[in-house]
Every structure is written in C-alpha cells, then in structure tokens.
C-alpha cells in the first residue's frame, strides 16, 4: 500500500487529530453538553509547523467495537493559528484528562474552532467510501497527531459530512470594558471565559492551602484576596484567556495597583474552554515590564 508523501501546502488536504478517549474523555465532555473543540494536542514535527490557519481539520474519536460510545468523526472546523509550546502541569487541566503520563507527554498544542457533530459519523460509514479506503489514519495505526487528508479524501469526506462550516474568521482585536474589566472580542464570551478562569483559580489556591475571597466585585484592583498563616496575603487578579497565547489586557486601576501594591499578582488561565487550560502566575514586576500602550484616550480638561 502507498505510503504518505511528505505534506507540503500544495498537497495538503486538512488534517485528522485523533483522541483516544482512555486519555481524554471527549464522550464523557461532550454528554455533558460541550459543543465546541478550541485546541488540541500535537506532536513536535515537521506537520506541527505546517499547520497554519485556515486549514480544514477533522476530530477522531477512536476505540474497540464494543465500546460504549462510536468511533469515527466527532467534530469539523478548522485550524486557527501556529502551534505553541505548551507549559504546566497536570493539576491545571481538565477533569476529561484520565491519563497524567499520557497528558503530559506531549508539549505542544494547536488552536482550533471544532464544531462537535450532533451525531458522530461511524468509522463504518466512513470506511465503506471507496476513496477513503487507504487514508493515512488507517493505515498508520500509531501515527501522532496531526494526521493527513489528501485533497482527494476530503473532497470524499465531504460527500458523507456535508458542506464544511464556514471559516469563523480571525479573533477579533475589538476592546471591550465591562465590570469583570478590559478584554479582547464579544463581552458576553467573555464573561464565560472570566467565569471559568475565575473557578479554576480559586481551586487552584485553596488545593495549594491558602484561603480565598472573592473580591472582584469591589473594584479594588484585584479579583481574589488570599491569606495563610505565615505566608502573609497574596492579591490576585484572574484573568481569562480562551487561546493559547499569555495575551490580556489592564485597565488603569489594575496597572495602578500592580505598581503599588508588593502583594498583587496577575493569574492567567489560558485555554480556558479548551482541552488543555494551564495557570500562570505573574508577578507585578513581570506583568508591568511586558505591558504596552495600545489606545489612549481624549478627555477635555474642565476649567472652572
């Protein structure tokens, strides 16, 4: 049987990311009413570098026959960005990680925008089309995520998946400010995002033996108030990040406090609402020497 060509941009098709759900418990998420994919796990090669946005991608949920859930196409959508290296530890992520060793093994991660099918497609279906019959996701029973489509087996796809959804575009760099603060993109996502991140904090701190206050509704420069004997108050401002990228914005009153108060942090959640969140702590000093103006302000001076 033919092997696959090297991939290059001309003969690239999409690719397949392949979950194994004793790993990653995608069934489990999905019947708890998870709709979207926004990132996912990639090994280090030549592919992972290739990957860029706009790409077509599938989402594979393998296992045995007798498997409580079925194997075959679970999602469609599209790359969304460059693949990036990515820093934690299991504690951060998701409840659906099952396997630490597994989890942890692979350092790099791809942003996406999956829409997760009602009804997943069999890998019966899929395998009685003729065209199909020789996919690099058949025959390369152990081959690492990202796995190939031809031009060809996507053009086949497609006569079983129906038209691919449209392209969602690029996130938008609209600034937005509403009471949880500044942020990129839609307020209402946003909020979602903020929710989640602010969750994760909270028991991130309190399983590391610290007790904490939700403060955020008290316009005080930070969202959670920590305290523990003998290791003094921390005050900790959440922000919530759904790509990959450590990227966010400060109101004045946050870069106001973050200079004057030694016991201010910044901790971002990224990935958010994706399979791989990871928390990252910054220091005030940290936070202010990689920040930079983007917009300023008019305001006109009243004279009494």
Avoid at 97 to 124: C, M, Q
Wanted: glycine share 10%.
């Amino acid at each position: 049987m033919a092997k696959t060509p090297r991939v290059t941009a001309d003969n690239l098709g999409g690719w397949i990311l392949r979950c194994n759900p004793d790993v990653y418990d995608l069934p489990g998420e999905v019947e708890k009413g998870e709709t979207k994919v926004w990132s996912w796990l990639v090994a280090k090669s030549y592919r992972t570098e290739l990957m860029g946005t706009g790409q077509r991608v599938l989402l594979w949920v393998g296992g045995p026959a007798s498997a409580a859930w079925t194997a075959g196409v679970w999602g469609v959508g599209y790359v969304t960005g460059q693949a990036e290296v990515w820093v934690g530890d299991f504690e951060g992520l998701s409840e659906y990680w099952l396997d630490e060793e597994r989890a942890t093994r692979l350092k790099w991660t791809v942003p996406l925008n999956i829409d997760i099918l009602p009804i997943p497609v069999s890998v019966h279906e899929i395998r009685a089309i003729p065209e199909l019959a020789g996919m690099e996701l058949f025959r390369a029973q152990q081959m690492s995520n990202p796995i190939y489509i031809s031009p060809e087996e996507m053009a086949a796809l497609e006569t079983r998946l129906g038209p691919w959804p449209e392209y969602p575009g690029d996130a938008p760099l609209e600034i937005t400010l509403g009471d949880t603060g500044a942020a990129f993109g839609d307020p209402l996502a946003n909020a979602v995002v903020e929710g989640v991140a602010m969750n994760a904090v909270l028991a991130h701190y309190e399983e590391r033996g610290w007790s904490v206050s939700d403060v955020s509704d008290r316009k005080c420069g930070w969202d959670v108030t920590c305290t523990a004997p003998g290791r003094g108050e921390l005050h900790l401002e959440v922000k919530g990040i759904s790509g990959t990228t450590l990227r966010f914005l400060l109101t004045a009153n946050e870069y106001r406090t973050a200079a004057a108060d030694s016991a201010w942090r910044l901790v971002a959640v990224t990935d958010a609402l994706g399979t791989r969140p990871a928390i990252t702590e910054l220091t005030a000093a940290e936070v202010m020497a990689g920040s930079r103006p983007m917009t300023y302000q008019y305001c006109p001076t009243v004279h009494e």
